[in-house]
């Protein structure tokens, strides 16, 4: 596990984005905001595609009782197709933005371009996941909200295996939909 810097620098309140469920066939697309302590250490933390799922639980609990503040939100599939997948991130980004009870003076977001939040300045880090443990922390709740959501919409259509898939287009999710057809959570706008 790489030991992670906690944010991009030390003088500001910064918060760290991220955001989960872009390249999915099916649900919504869920972000993170999270500002973190100086001192925060967790020895499992790293991007959440680079940790397995219990312990990305896990970390869920930790990162929720030990950050100053955070906040998750969602896009969902219909706003996804109306405004495109890549706005529908930033839009996520900015949601859990606003649910934060601190204000931060600078935004950390994990990728390479975003549109700018109104009065707080941004940096944008590629793999900034794997190299900052805000964007880090941010990526983990993102994910395991997005993962529980995903589990949910899998009672009402088990066929497509979104309890396992998550939404991503996996063989038993695209037999699913030559089988069954689109869902109401299905991105229209997703090139299958």
């Known amino acids: 596990m790489p030991i992670l810097i906690n944010s991009y620098q030390?003088?500001?309140?910064?918060?760290?984005?991220?955001?989960?469920?872009?390249?999915?066939?099916?649900?919504?697309?869920?972000?993170?905001?999270?500002?973190?302590?100086?001192d925060f250490y967790h020895p499992l933390l790293n991007d959440s595609k680079q940790v397995k799922e219990k312990n990305r639980n896990l970390l869920r609990n930790y990162i929720e009782a030990?950050?100053?503040?955070?906040g998750v939100a969602m896009v969902d599939n219909e706003e996804i197709d109306r405004i495109n997948i890549?706005?529908?991130?930033?839009?996520?980004?900015?949601?859990?933005?606003?649910?934060?009870?601190?204000?931060?003076?600078?935004l950390s977001i994990d990728g390479n371009r975003f549109t700018s939040y109104p009065f707080i300045p941004h940096n944008?880090?590629?793999?900034?996941?794997?190299?900052?443990?805000?964007?880090?922390?941010?990526?983990?709740l993102a994910k395991t909200h997005r993962d529980e959501y995903m589990?949910?919409?899998?009672?009402?259509?088990?066929?497509?295996?979104?309890?396992?898939?998550?939404?991503?287009?996996?063989?038993i999710h695209r037999n699913a939909i030559e089988q069954h057809g689109f869902t109401p959570y299905h991105r229209m706008s997703f090139k299958i």
């Open 124 to 140: 944008c880090i590629i793999k900034g996941d794997g190299k900052y443990a805000n964007i880090a922390a941010a990526s983990i």
């Open 10 to 38: 030390a003088k500001l309140i910064e918060a760290g984005c991220d955001e989960a469920g872009r390249g999915c066939y099916a649900g919504p697309v869920f972000a993170a905001a999270v500002i973190l302590p100086t």
């Open 151 to 171: 589990k949910q919409l899998h009672e009402e259509f088990p066929m497509y295996g979104w309890n396992q898939n998550k939404g991503y287009g996996t063989l």
């Open 66 to 70: 030990n950050a100053l503040s955070y």
């Open 86 to 106: 890549l706005k529908a991130s930033f839009k996520a980004m900015h949601l859990a933005i606003e649910k934060l009870t601190i204000v931060p003076e600078i």
